[in-house]
């Protein structure tokens, strides 16, 4: 079984300017969460998707917003990117809706300048 | 702000030796997870305890989970270099999501 895929791996991007992001979960999940990791604030809970809705945000303004399609794939966009945005961006699906093991992908990079 | 909190120890050990490491957490919890990171990688999950079990083990890992003091540990037993990692605990509220509230991670380096 094909684990969680997210492209594009790296990404540099200047600051003002709008970014998306993609995950494939694994086959068969249909929730899928994205997280924000840097070294100074660790890592922060983005939102969570399920069955193509909302459930869950974090604590992120409002130029942080994501979406899920009919086949469980997520994509996140970041509008007028800030310094500050440069982080590990993960991606994790789940196989139910609740209170399960999250299976991670390898993240995608995002370098802001 | 953060719910799992690990003792923000760097800990350096030899191979073949025990690690140790501890998380605390603040409220009431449906499950606590552990997971490891490998140099700024994807996260690969370990073992999940819930909140009413005390103790699990997974091959050489053994996780204890303490509600009363709201902490729980993490022992890797005979470890080894490909032990080398990140490891951060995260904890699920009981509210029926799969939200998971992350610590700061403890590095933990095994000499060969």
């Known amino acids: 079984k094909a684990g969680v895929t997210q492209t594009p791996r790296y990404l540099i991007k200047t600051r003002g300017q709008q970014v998306t992001l993609s995950c494939s979960p694994i086959s068969g999940h249909r929730s899928v969460s994205w997280y924000q990791q840097t070294p100074g604030q660790g890592l922060q809970f983005l939102f969570e998707?399920?069955?193509?809705?909302?459930?869950n945000k974090g604590n992120f303004p409002g130029r942080f917003s994501g979406r899920q399609f009919s086949n469980s794939r997520s994509e996140m966009n970041v509008s007028t990117l800030e310094l500050g945005d440069s982080a590990l961006y993960l991606c994790?699906?789940?196989?139910?809706?609740?209170?399960?093991?999250?299976?991670f992908g390898q993240g995608t990079r995002l370098t802001v300048v | 702000s953060q719910q799992g909190e690990e003792d923000p120890q760097a800990l350096s050990i030899q191979e073949g030796e025990n690690a140790t490491m501890n998380c605390s957490y603040k409220t009431s919890i449906n499950n606590l997870q552990w997971y490891r990171q490998n140099s700024g990688r994807g996260l690969v999950h370990l073992i999940l305890i819930r909140s009413n079990e005390r103790e699990k083990h997974s091959g050489r890992l053994r996780v204890t989970l303490d509600t009363s003091k709201k902490s729980s540990s993490l022992l890797i037993t005979a470890s080894r270099a490909a032990d080398t990692a990140s490891y951060f605990c995260a904890t699920v509220l009981p509210y029926g999501n799969n939200r998971l509230a992350f610590g700061k991670g403890n590095q933990v380096v095994v000499i060969p």
């Open positions: 994790a699906s789940s196989p139910t809706q609740r209170n399960t093991e999250a299976f």
């Open positions: 998707y399920f069955s193509e809705t909302q459930r």
